[in-house]
């Protein structure tokens, strides 16, 4: 036995083992009890750093040891690829968001094939592409229909230079986490949600409709 690790050596080998024998590919199995880990998706910019190391490596560990209990797991990876922070990171670099994102999806999917995360990547998606965020119009707009979601004025952060709305969690010190720039207070015109906590059985009911319509 090696005294001396080499990851160069071994991780491409067994790496290039789960894929070709489909390891991690998600079959239906009404025999095994289900289990379903989603971590959350990461944002393409196109270096994977030691935050997603230490979040995706915690929720590679737990799938894991699942597989071995004889559960059948989905393990799902995707990206949050959609909206102001890919433009304004388009702007930066002086390219077409598109581009921009999809280069930066692909880097960083094949840094986390390197880490050996037990990911099917069958099941990949990005929150960008229109198969999938044409169910998040639908949803909207069902809930428009049922009087759910409506528009009011109201008072937000707001970033000139990001032209966006920022929540209180990206206002740091009155600056724009992501520009530093002095964040306003402005009043506009802005979508709201009714909700309200609803119990597990009635949320199940809820989901078990919308699927049925998906479908």
């Known amino acids: 036995m090696e005294e001396r690790y080499h990851p160069e050596l071994v991780e491409p080998k067994w790496q290039a083992y789960w894929k070709e024998n489909q390891f991690f ?3 239906e199995d009404s025999l095994k009890e289900k289990y379903y880990l989603l971590e ?13 190391v ?51 999806i692909s880097s960083m999917r094949e840094q986390l094939k390197k880490m050996g995360f037990s990911y099917d990547w069958d099941r990949e998606i990005a929150t960008c592409r229109p198969e999938y965020y044409k169910w998040e119009q639908w949803l909207f707009l069902k809930m428009l229909e049922k009087k759910m979601a409506y528009r009011k004025e109201s008072y937000v952060n707001w970033c000139e230079k990001c032209q966006t709305v920022l929540a209180n969690e990206q206002v740091e010190q009155d600056k724009c986490w992501r520009c530093s720039q002095t964040v306003q207070q402005k009043n506009c015109g802005n979508g709201f949600l009714k909700l309200q906590i609803m119990p597990r059985t009635c949320l199940s009911i809820v989901i078990n409709y919308l699927d049925g319509l998906i479908r």
Do not use: Q
């Not at 959350?40 to 997603?52: L, Q, R, T």
């Not at 989905?74 to 890919?86: E, K, N, Q, S, T």
């Open 25 to 27: 590919k998600v079959i």
């Open 40 to 52: 959350m998706f990461p944002y393409p910019s196109g270096k994977i750093h030691i935050g997603h």
């Open 54 to 104: 230490r979040n995706y490596t915690i929720g590679d560990v737990v799938v894991r040891y699942k597989r071995m209990k004889g559960f059948n797991v989905l393990h799902p990876m995707g990206w949050d690829a959609f909206g102001m922070p890919a433009e304004n990171a388009a702007i930066d670099n002086n390219t077409h968001p598109a581009a921009w994102t999809y280069e930066n």
